[in-house]
């Protein structure tokens, strides 16, 4: 999905998960320096909770683990926009992109096993969703009981 705007080489891909849809642009970084990753225009050091950080950086840890892969990475713009749903599928939803994402700007296969190795679901949308609530009953399921007594 990688494109070319003026000689630019720019990834866009998407991640979802329950009702959050996550999309991430990816390209060279202008000048020098490490990388910079921001989600909805603030930097991934300063996303609270601690584990919504821990989780959307899980991709680029595994990503830098890897010794051809970590030179791509570190001279790269990562851009993800994220909506709907609650902090936890956001936060899947953009590791999700963010994994596919690294996939497509570096090509390297040994990248995409290591993903599929860690957890599947970096690479692969999970696409369950919230089961709608039925009239006459409190919930999805959940019904009134009947006693005949």
């Known amino acids: 999905m990688g494109t070319k705007v003026k000689g630019k080489k720019i990834v866009n891909e998407v991640g979802k998960r329950k009702a959050a849809v996550a999309r991430v642009t990816i390209q060279k970084k202008d000048g020098k320096g490490k990388g910079l990753v ?64 690294l996939v497509d700007w570096i090509g390297n296969e040994e990248l995409k096993e290591a993903f599929l190795s860690y957890d599947r679901s970096l690479l692969v949308s999970d696409m369950r969703k919230r089961e709608p609530k039925k009239f006459g009953a409190k919930g999805a399921r959940a019904h009134r009981q009947k006693s005949y007594r």
């Open 38 to 101: 921001r989600i909805n225009k603030k930097p991934l050091e300063i996303t609270e909770p601690e584990v919504v950080r821990a989780k959307i950086s899980e991709p680029l840890f595994i990503a830098s683990q890897l010794p051809d892969v970590a030179a791509g990475i570190e001279s790269t713009v990562v851009d993800v926009n994220v909506k709907g749903g609650g902090f936890m599928g956001q936060a899947e939803a953009a590791r999700s992109a963010i994994a596919r994402g």
